[in-house]
Every structure is written in C-alpha cells, then in structure tokens.
C-alpha cells in the first residue's frame, strides 16, 4: 500500500462555551486543520489537529506549509508502521514532529 495524495482543510470550530486561559485570555472558536490520505488501495486515512492558540506551541496555519515540503517524503510511502515514515518526515524537516 502506497500513499497517493494528502488533501487539506482549514476549519474554523467553535465551543459551546468560551474556554478560560491565564492572563485574562480567552478562546470560542479555533482553526482546525483536517487532512485526507489516499492511498493506492482505495483505502483512506483521516486526521485533525486543532491547535488553541496561546496554549499549545503548535500553529494550525504552519500545517499546509510543514506538509508541502513533507510531500515528496510521504506521497509513495507505506503508511503502514508509521514510524519509519516519522523517522524520514523527521530528517526531511527536523523539529516539526
């Protein structure tokens, strides 16, 4: 099995209730980011990130960019024993685990 395309979505998702931060901050609604993984099987994977701003060190727009330059490392990829794919995804661009 061979991936064969990653297909990306930006969607903005807001909570039922404002969630409370230190210093006063505040966050309601949060860019999450969905992606699609063909593979030559016809099987697909999904997978969703949604970073909170302020809270977590990850940031939902560097998602698209992170990938583009991982293409060529994951498109022809077994997604099978992801692991070997992180080691690689890990060379190709170091610190963006």
Do not use: F, Q
Request: hydrophobic share 40%; aromatic share 6%; proline share 6%.
């Amino acid at each position: 099995m061979k991936v064969t395309k990653l297909s990306l979505w930006h969607v903005g998702l807001t909570s039922h209730e404002t969630y409370y931060m230190a210093d006063n901050k505040t966050c309601d609604t949060v860019e999450s980011v969905v992606i699609k993984i063909d593979t030559d099987t016809g099987i697909t994977g999904w997978g969703e990130t949604c970073p909170i701003p302020h809270y977590l060190p990850a940031y939902a727009r560097g998602i698209a960019p992170a990938l583009s330059e991982l293409e060529s490392v994951i498109i022809g990829s077994d997604p099978i024993g992801v692991e070997s794919l992180m080691i690689k995804a890990e060379a190709h661009l170091p610190g963006h685990l």
